[in-house]
């Protein structure tokens, strides 16, 4: 899936989740549980083995 088809999926802007997948930005709680929501996953499968 595409960043841009991603984003969507979460409704974030395209612009920031890549800022985010770059490591330019951090991502706040809120966006954290939404990527984990949008790839079928929790929070704590996200930060599994971290």
Partial sequence: MS???F???ISA????YAS????RH????TMLSKIAKG?????E???KGL
């Fill in 39 to 43: 790839l079928g996953m929790t929070l």
């Fill in 7 to 9: 984003a969507h999926k």
């Fill in 20 to 23: 985010i997948e770059q490591g």
């Fill in 26 to 29: 951090a991502a706040s709680i």
């Fill in 13 to 16: 802007d395209r612009t920031y």
């Fill in 45 to 47: 499968e996200l930060f």
């Fill in 3 to 5: 960043q841009e088809k």
